[in-house]
């Protein structure tokens, strides 16, 4: 064999290697208890407040948002997916829906589909921006405006730090 094929045969499994590290120290560090900073947000109907728990378990996503109304109520959604996979059941206090998930550079991508008819298809796509989460909703069916919320880590009991 000749040494220069043999080097390069050595090197593409390393360039690999080096590329698949790469694109994971791209990915988003999402984890945690996010609370709403509604002053920062772009929302046309604020709730009273809103709080996402992320925790990304060997690339399963697990998403829970809690949102508390201005009449008392709390609606929790929820649900569990792996970021490249197969889409995944989405319960939406009581709606069920699906959503698929994947990384696009340094953000992740979630894709809502078959919700209810006022929000059928809608993309939310999650960025790190000055140490908050920032999550630009995009209402695809029915065609809407673009929201954004920015949201900020909460801190001590109940909120990872890291």
Same mark, same amino acid.
């Given at each position: 064999?000749?040494?220069? !094929? *043999?080097?390069?045969?050595?090197? &593409?499994? +390393?360039?690999?290697?080096? +590329?698949?590290?790469?694109?994971?120290?791209? =990915?988003?560090?999402?984890?945690?208890?996010?609370?709403?900073?509604?002053?920062?947000?772009?929302?046309?109907?604020?709730?009273?407040?809103?709080?996402?728990?992320?925790?990304?378990?060997?690339? =399963?996503?697990?998403?829970? !948002?809690?949102?508390?109304?201005?009449?008392?109520?709390? &609606?929790?959604?929820?649900?569990?997916?792996?970021?490249?996979?197969?889409?995944?059941?989405?319960?939406?206090?009581?709606? =069920?829906?699906?959503?698929?998930?994947?990384?696009? *550079?340094?953000? +992740?991508?979630?894709?809502?589909?078959?919700?209810?008819?006022?929000?059928?298809? #809608?993309?939310?796509? +999650? =960025?790190?921006?000055?140490?908050?989460?920032?999550?630009?909703?995009?209402?695809?069916?029915?065609? *809407?405006? #673009?929201?954004?919320?920015?949201?900020? !880590?909460?801190?001590?009991?109940?909120?990872?730090?890291?």
């Amino acid at each position: 064999m000749c040494p220069v !094929r *043999g080097r390069l045969l050595l090197a &593409l499994p +390393l360039f690999s290697l080096s +590329l698949l590290f790469a694109a994971d120290s791209d =990915k988003p560090k999402l984890t945690g208890t996010w609370e709403l900073d509604a002053a920062k947000s772009q929302l046309e109907h604020s709730p009273s407040s809103l709080q996402v728990v992320l925790q990304d378990a060997s690339g =399963k996503i697990q998403f829970t !948002r809690t949102i508390h109304t201005s009449d008392g109520k709390e &609606l929790v959604a929820k649900f569990e997916c792996l970021a490249g996979g197969p889409d995944c059941a989405f319960d939406e206090a009581g709606h =069920k829906s699906k959503v698929s998930l994947w990384y696009q *550079g340094a953000a +992740l991508v979630i894709l809502k589909t078959d919700g209810p008819s006022d929000d059928e298809v #809608t993309q939310w796509t +999650l =960025k790190m921006d000055n140490h908050a989460l920032q999550i630009e909703v995009s209402h695809i069916t029915p065609v *809407g405006k #673009t929201e954004t919320m920015v949201l900020n !880590r909460k801190s001590g009991p109940g909120g990872p730090t890291t």
